[in-house]
């Protein structure tokens, strides 16, 4: 596909209702839907932490880092920008306090984590005296050295030389930037921190740190982007190099700064492209990417190396690995259930005072939804295998999804042989739309 074949980014009235970017969460990360998950459930998550876990299913942590220098306009997550260093301080106090709790319950039954995986907000936005006591307490009470991956996210105007370096020497294995575009209008159009100038110094200092894996994040779709523009970032993105490349489609949730502002208009379409538009960007992005030596990994990621690169937080979280989720509005997954913790500051911070877990909600799903949740999101990754599904529960895949995987078939975007389905191309740009297909009828709505 050519640029100069790629549709301008504007909202298009003409556009078929499904196309049109309106308000709400695209993006497929769990199931069943977060809106099912209920604070009566929350005994089914202290029940999993007292349980001793399977045998064979690995263990991962994830820490919420909630700070930012700025709030992006299209951000959806737990972030504060108003915190300072006591407050952060005591943040990280009681994120390791929650930690201590889960190591003396039964669920850890001896285990050290797989994966590690620090995200936000900005983790990278703390200090680095603070960083490393951080780490030194985490593994103080759950030691890393058997993790395959340790991955840690960063804006790039929060990186110095000596920052990265400490990064580096505390284990992360696979650093990720979230640069999102090289534009420095349309970075400042979306209230992104950092500015266009400060993207290449910063990967310059990772490269320079011999890290295994820098990844680069993308959106496409931004507020105020043109075809051009985004030519231009994907070009830049390939004389970087980087190891992976993860490109999410521009989306608009409900508790952005976009959708406060179309609420305040009364408008229902959002000021980004409709999603064939999107389509069409991401799709000139993986051509492009292909064309100097990557292949896809999923939807959204593409890899120098397709053998040896691995998302190691995905791949065993998508297979049912238990993740501990710490730090204040985070979610875990322990013993097939789900649960998340307080998503209020004061909230979070007094159940740790008190020595108690500060589970907010909770979902124990069903045999069936467990099916579900695998499916679809092993899915994302374009291919899955039917014999995975038969030897874990004693499903075939194919039969037991025969409707919607006819449908898919049908319409030409999945294909299935004596052992795997594969999704197309067109299937993988939209695999988000096409997986509530596979959706219970009460969580379709």
Known sequence: MSIESLSVLQPDASQPDEEQTTAGSY???????????TPQQVPSALDALDRAPLPGTPLGVYLHIPFCRKRCHFCYFKVYTDKNAAEIETYLDAAVSELELYTKRAFIGGRKPRFVYFGGGTPSYISSSQLERLV?????????????????????????????????????????LGIEHFDETVLQINGR???????????????????????IDLIAGMVGDTPEKWRDAVRKTVELAP???TIYQMEVPYNTTIFKEMKARNESIAPVAPWRVKREWVEYAWEEFERHGYG????????????????????MLWQGADMIGLGVA?????????????????????????????????????????????????????????????DKFGIDPAARFAEPVGSLAQRGFLSVDADMMRLNREGLLQVDRLLHEFFLPQHKQ
């Open 27 to 37: 993006f497929v990360s769990n199931y069943p839907p977060y809106s099912f998950w």
């Open 243 to 245: 190891d992976s490349v």
């Open 330 to 390: 985070s979610f875990s997954h322990v013993g097939g259930v789900h649960y998340q913790n307080e998503h209020d500051w004061d909230q979070y911070l007094a159940a740790l005072q008190e020595g108690r877990p500060p589970i907010y909600r909770a979902l124990k799903p069903t045999g069936e939804e467990r099916l579900i949740r695998e499916f679809i999101l092993q899915l994302k990754r374009g291919k899955l295998s039917r014999r995975y599904f038969e």
């Open 193 to 215: 921190a950092h500015g266009a100038r400060e993207i290449g110094r910063a990967y310059d200092f990772a490269r320079k740190m011999g890290f295994p894996q820098i990844n």
């Open 136 to 176: 030194a307490r985490m593994k103080a009470l759950l030691p890393w050295d058997e993790a395959e991956e340790v991955a840690f996210e960063c804006e790039p105007g929060t990186l110095t030389e000596g920052k990265i370096k400490l990064i580096r020497e505390l284990g992360v294995t696979r650093l990720s």
């Open 296 to 315: 896809l990994r999923s939807a959204y990621t593409a890899v120098k190396d397709v053998e040896k690169t691995k998302f190691v937080y995905t791949d």
